[in-house]
């Protein structure tokens, strides 16, 4: 089995706990407005590489990896979910600690050959880290393309799976950034059970170029990147929410 890679990092130290290797497979269906990589678009491209050659690499720096792991990042990871399962097979094999970051867009209840997938890859899973870009559905359809349905029905399997749940969300001013819709966002965290951590990113403009190099128009441009103070305080509003839903349980 070979899978479609952008890309690798060694020493990621954002995706998931610790000092990690990261792989960045190639493909993903969401157009988000706000998408650093569209290079990571396109299906079936990329450099075909297996397993073992992933595994090789990371054993090159596995004494920095004794806190941290493996994460598969994208593109979409789980469009590639038969190099996945192959892939964390042989990480448990050797104890390493899995990740995966996602969009969740590819949960699919109605597909029992996929849940049968998705249940087995689980087993082999340590840590899910969850995008969720807009918690109401019609924004999340104008900001990514598709409706964000998959991706809460994402986060409720993986509560029933009992999977370390990390949450990531960008705000981005006139896109993200209402108050409701971020109290909306804490009470459908916080009413998780699996919820491990939070991450609220700034919105930035570093992926404007190359949409310029790839002759893509850029939709946000004339967006300003974001403060980190802003994204302080929009976390805190999410928080607050969590807080409030745990409160009443």
């Not at 960008?170 to 819709?181: A, H, M, Q």
């Amino acid at each position: 089995m070979r899978g479609y890679v952008h890309s690798t990092e060694s020493f990621g130290t954002v995706d998931g706990p610790g000092i990690r290797y990261v792989v960045f497979l190639q493909g993903c269906p969401m157009r988000c407005l706000y998408c650093h990589n569209p290079d990571t678009w396109r299906v079936g491209v990329g450099r075909q590489v297996d397993a073992q050659e992933i595994l090789s690499e990371y054993r090159k720096n596995k004494a920095f990896y004794s806190k941290g792991g493996l994460t598969v990042s994208g593109g979409e990871p789980l469009l590639q979910i038969d190099f996945l399962l192959e892939l964390f097979q042989l990480a448990k094999q050797e104890d390493i600690h899995t990740c995966i970051d996602t969009s969740g867009i590819t949960f699919d209840l109605t597909d029992t050959v996929y849940l049968q997938k998705l249940d087995r890859l689980m087993e082999l899973t340590d840590l899910v880290m969850l995008d969720i870009k807009q918690i109401d559905t019609d924004k999340h359809k104008e900001l990514t393309g598709h409706s964000n349905t998959r991706v809460l029905a994402f986060a409720k399997y993986l509560e029933s799976k009992k999977i370390p749940l990390w949450i990531r969300h960008v705000v981005i001013d006139g896109y993200t950034n209402d108050p409701e819709d971020l109290r909306r966002l804490g009470h459908f965290i916080g009413s998780l059970s699996n919820l491990y951590a939070l991450d609220v990113l700034p919105y930035h403009t570093m992926g404007v170029q190359k949409y310029r190099e790839l002759g893509i128009p850029y939709r946000l441009e004339g967006v300003p990147a974001l403060p980190k103070s802003d994204a302080a305080e929009a976390k805190k509003i999410i928080l607050n929410a969590v807080i409030e839903v745990r409160n009443k349980k």
